[in-house]
């Protein structure tokens, strides 16, 4: 009754052929939002959209445009939901380029970064510097999709892939969860 995804991302692609980066732009604005993008895994969209289409050079870079715009409008957005009703805590610091690297490693950390930045009152220049961050990210992204498609759609299906590198995330991450719980708890 319920057509494979497969399909559906097909059927999208024919539908909206004349529009194509505009649905790329949509699908990445949407999971770039804080909160929606746990609902909406739109990279993943993205990416076999990118797949199916078998993009030449000059589609490259239109992609990369269409998911960085998306991608700094949905920073514009999560940076001005913060500022305007996250906690007002009045601090006006330094940009972190370490942070903000870190932070851009998935597009819904950097959702909840840019709310933080927001709700910090920082300096709303780290919409440009994500912005300008993503470019090559989004252009070595899809690049190597579109160069490695075949391997990357037997990898995106591969169960045993996906758990080693979701466990290897989780464990780097807990480590480093638990080193910094451990040097706060340490210092006076």
Known sequence: ??????????????????YFYLLILFIIL?????????YFPGQFFAVVLVVLSKPEPQD????????????TLGSCINYFLGRNF??????????SVKSLL????????LAFFMFSQGANHKSA??????GLLNLPYYLLLIWGTSVLSEQVMQ???????????????????????????????ESP
């Open 102 to 109: 870190v932070a851009m490693i998935h597009i819904n950390s």
């Open 60 to 71: 490259i870079l239109f992609l990369t445009l269409a998911m960085v715009v998306a991608a």
């Open 125 to 130: 220049k780290v919409v440009l510097w994500a």
């Open 155 to 185: 990898m995106a299906e591969n169960t045993w892939f996906l758990v080693i590198a979701v466990s290897i995330w989780l464990s780097v991450a807990l480590f480093l969860d638990f080193k910094k719980f451990k040097t706060t708890s």
């Open 86 to 95: 996250g906690d007002d805590k009045q601090h006006q610091s330094n940009l």
């Open 1 to 18: 009754v319920i057509p494979s995804g497969l399909d559906l991302l097909q059927s999208l692609q024919t539908n909206f052929d004349d």
């Open 30 to 38: 949407l999971e770039s939002i804080v909160y929606v993008g746990f």
